[in-house]
């Protein structure tokens, strides 16, 4: 599932009807963008449109579908920034610079800086 179509579920989720041009203005996401999201959600069966194009809301079944799904939905890699720290990164102690590069790497970098 794209990230568009889950932030608007998140926000669905939350609210009966969202306005698509509010939210539009509010995301600054393309029109086309937010189209596409729609249209794919309402092909799943998770949002319906209103009669006048302009709002859209859940469906029983795509909120049934997000209270099973809550935990991928609502909860993403950006959530938890531990997990994208590089082992080198890490430390059980204290970090030097060295510990980062060996020296004869960094004089190889500061010679191609001054190329």
């Not at 609210?15 to 041009?21: A, K, L, P, W």
Request: with cysteine; aromatic share 10%.
């Amino acid at each position: 599932m794209e990230i568009i179509q889950k932030q608007l579920l998140r926000v669905l989720y939350e609210q009966e009807t969202v306005n698509i041009y509010a939210w539009h203005k509010e995301t600054c996401l393309s029109p086309i963008s937010i189209a596409n999201a729609v249209l794919a959600l309402r092909k799943k069966g998770f949002l319906q449109l209103s009669d006048n194009y302009e709002n859209v809301s859940l469906t029983d079944y795509g909120r049934k579908w997000i209270d099973i799904n809550s935990k991928d939905l609502f909860t993403t890699e950006s959530d938890k920034p531990w997990k994208n720290v590089p082992d080198e990164m890490v430390s059980t102690g204290d970090v030097s610079f060295q510990t980062l590069f060996e020296i004869s790497d960094l004089e190889n970098l500061l010679d191609n800086i001054d190329k």
